[in-house]
């Protein structure tokens, strides 16, 4: 079984329709804890660090490996794996991994605490595979968490869509969305650029984490 820690309910029907679609037969449990997100957004992610790792513990038990699908607070949850007593893995480390390939990134996102932890990652991916550091450009696309936050969702997923078509491919390789709530933005987007977008990418890691547990 394999636990998926959020900080929006919307992921949940997100993660059980590509489970069906690519994973059938993968039991998921859900834990939703959006109050982590909006203290880290507030005071930052060191300062909820204890109540993410008693977040990841509660969900790893009975686990074969946690999936925390917050791109805010991946990081913390991943370091809290030594103590959770199954593998912890964070949803944009694979996007990561596949945007690293790249010389050229623009890292979309809704939420500004998203942009240093997403940066961070693709540097470190970058790294572990002895790749050039590719040149990282971010942007924050105004309003629209606001519309999330009140229940718009294709407005949300507009106005990141907007925003991928509005990039000039003559200063980019590759789009990261660097949420998991902005990946539907990519199929409503006209670019040539390559989309990257990480529930698919992180679960696929993430079922196959269990399958060898």
């Known amino acids: 079984m394999l636990a998926l820690l959020h900080t929006s309910p919307v992921h949940v029907p997100v993660f059980d329709a590509l489970r069906d679609r690519d994973h059938p037969g993968l039991e998921l449990r859900h834990l939703v804890r959006p109050e982590l997100l909006e203290r880290a957004r507030r005071e930052g992610t060191d300062a909820v660090a204890a109540e993410v790792a008693g977040a990841v513990g509660e ?10 699908t917050c791109s805010t607070i991946g990081g913390v949850a991943e370091a809290a794996g030594a103590q959770a007593g199954v593998p912890v893995l964070r949803v944009d480390r694979p996007m990561a991994a596949a945007a690293a390939r790249y010389g050229r990134v623009v890292v979309v996102a809704a939420v500004e605490s998203t942009l240093a932890p997403t940066v961070d990652l693709i540097r470190d991916e970058a790294r572990a595979a002895g790749a050039g550091t590719p040149r990282i450009r971010t942007a924050l696309v105004e309003d629209a968490w606001e519309r999330f936050e009140a229940g718009d969702r294709d407005g949300y997923l507009d106005a990141v ?15 990261v969305l660097a949420q998991a709530s902005m990946a539907d933005a990519a199929a409503r987007a006209t670019t040539p650029l390559p989309v990257l977008a990480s529930p698919a990418l992180g679960l696929r890691a ?7 547990a």
Do not use: I, K, N
Request: a negative charge.
């Open 161 to 175: 869509a907007r925003a991928v078509t509005g990039l000039d491919e003559a200063d980019a390789d590759a789009v």
């Open 206 to 212: 993430a079922a196959e984490t269990v399958a060898r």
């Open 59 to 68: 969900a790893a038990a009975g686990a074969r490996a946690v999936l925390c």
